[in-house]
């Protein structure tokens, strides 16, 4: 069993659709992180959530401790939101997904 | 800032060879991350640094992995020797402080073929 479990692992969707991407973890952590890798194959951190909610233009990040659960909302997708999502979550070691891979087709 | 610089961006060795990776983070921050990405396993965290010291080495594979960081704005990790099952694309990446601090910032990252 993996410590950090993510879903969908694949999604299409139409432009301007709302996409959620669920992050489930096993282990104590004390931060967790949300990747965005670019067909390119570059990385860029969209989020580090210990607590809450964090909101960058159409992102939206949540993560509820209690129920060892965060998930990374996209509104009003565009094909360039295409690519990996990666959590990543962290404490005394450190645990990553497999990632979801989003198409978002115009 | 030109962001996190890493260096080669493109290795190709042989198997038996010594392999260096380099790093320079963003001026400023104390924490500094090496990752390994393969198809197989996906993105791994190899270790890291607060202020120049070694934090967490427990993802670092096995004794042919070091890593180094001398100062605040470079660090190295050196694969010695190499074999075909460390070719991977290697990034590094800082942030101001540690895991908690906030975002991380990726370098463009090094693709290491090892034949």
């Known amino acids: 069993k993996n410590e950090v479990e993510q879903s969908p692992q694949n999604l299409t969707a139409q432009e301007g659709e709302f996409i959620t991407i669920n992050c489930s973890y096993s282990?104590?952590?004390?931060?967790l992180h949300w990747l965005q890798q670019h067909p390119g194959g570059g990385i860029v951190s969209l989020f580090m959530?210990?607590?809450g909610k964090k909101k960058h233009g159409r992102l939206i990040a949540t993560i509820n401790i209690q129920e060892k659960h965060s998930s990374l909302h996209i509104t009003a997708s565009h094909p360039r939101d295409s690519a990996v999502y990666i959590c990543?979550?962290?404490?005394?070691?450190?645990?990553f997904g497999t990632g979801t891979s989003l198409t978002v087709i115009p | 800032d030109a962001g996190v610089i890493q260096s080669p961006r493109h290795e190709v060795t042989e198997m038996g060879q010594e392999v260096t990776l380099r790093c320079k983070p963003i001026?400023?921050?104390?924490?500094l991350f090496w990752y390994r990405q393969t198809m197989m396993r996906g993105l791994e965290l190899l270790i890291y640094?607060?202020?120049?010291?070694?934090?967490?080495d427990s993802g670092m594979p096995e004794d042919r992995f070091s890593a180094k960081m001398p100062n605040a704005s470079f660090s190295t990790l050196k694969i010695q020797p190499s074999e075909p099952r460390d070719s991977a694309v290697y990034f590094c990446?800082?942030?101001?402080?540690?895991?908690?601090?906030?975002?991380?910032?990726f370098g463009p990252g090094t693709r290491l073929t090892v034949t």
């Open positions: 959530l210990s607590s």
């Open positions: 990446a800082s942030s101001f402080r540690g895991w908690t601090s906030g975002e991380q910032y």
């Open positions: 001026s400023g921050h104390n924490s």
């Open positions: 282990v104590g952590i004390s931060a």
């Open positions: 990543a979550a962290g404490g005394n070691q450190f645990y």
């Open positions: 640094f607060n202020n120049n010291v070694p934090i967490d």
